[in-house]
């Protein structure tokens, strides 16, 4: 997991490592070691925070099937079609062992939507919309399997504002997805990241939906008060309405979320796995 934090913080050549030593734990581990919960490998960083129990071997599968796709993505392989085929047998066998795991359907649907991209890169470029439509049919396939965890409807959504986002009228494309996300906390009131997900949309929509964007930005903070980087958000946008209309209690807010956040346990700096001394 440590390698798997470098790669998705921002160090893509990490990718590699992420899953050469995902493929010699999945090989060298019995069934039994598979079955069990991560919860039991904390000591290493497995824990998922706010989730519930998940099995060592699907967690597994799923951090070398990440890995493979966004080593194909980045290009640096002589056969990135090669590659999203294991991704997809990876991504495949955790729908297999976990059918209700949400992120096995959004890696799947970003496989399609490369291999688009792939061909549309060939000149194939209609192959690219086929891939859109295709990944919106799985990430809905996710939504009917695990429609009680707010990340399948999250996913569905963060698919329909990007594509929203690349079309001929964005901002009217966008606008139209609003009560879709309100839809969507409405639901799951007590899901932070719902309310994260809201967050994004108001912020893509410009400065004109800047207080609703700091509103749900205060609930995201207040139904998770550990979370660094929804305070992180939640200060950056209380900046921003001070810059714009120069309420100096914004400036204030901004400030005292910020000074908050920098006393969570995810903002204090602890010595990491490779630390020996």
Known sequence: ??????????????????????????????????????????????????????RLGPYLYLLRGRANLEMARLGGVTDPDELLVKTTADLEKVRELEPGDPQAYWYLAQVVKTKGEILALKGSFEERNRAAEQAGKILKQAV????????????????????????????????LLEPEYLLLTERFPSSAEAFSALVELYRRLGHKNLDKAVEAAEKSIELDKLNVTYAINAANLHYRRFSIYGQNQEIHRAIEVAENALTLPDAQEVNGPRHWA
């Open 1 to 54: 997991k440590y390698f798997y934090i470098m790669a998705d913080s921002g160090l893509p050549r990490v990718w590699q490592e992420v899953a050469s030593q995902a493929s010699e734990f999945i090989e060298v581990a019995d069934a039994n070691l598979l079955a069990e919960d991560t919860a039991k490998w904390e000591t290493f960083g497995m824990q998922k925070k706010g989730a519930g129990g998940q």
């Open 144 to 175: 009917e399997v695990a429609g009680a965890d707010p990340r399948a409807h999250i996913n569905l959504l963060t698919e329909k504002l990007e594509q929203s986002s690349v079309g001929t009228q964005p901002q009217e494309q966008i606008q």
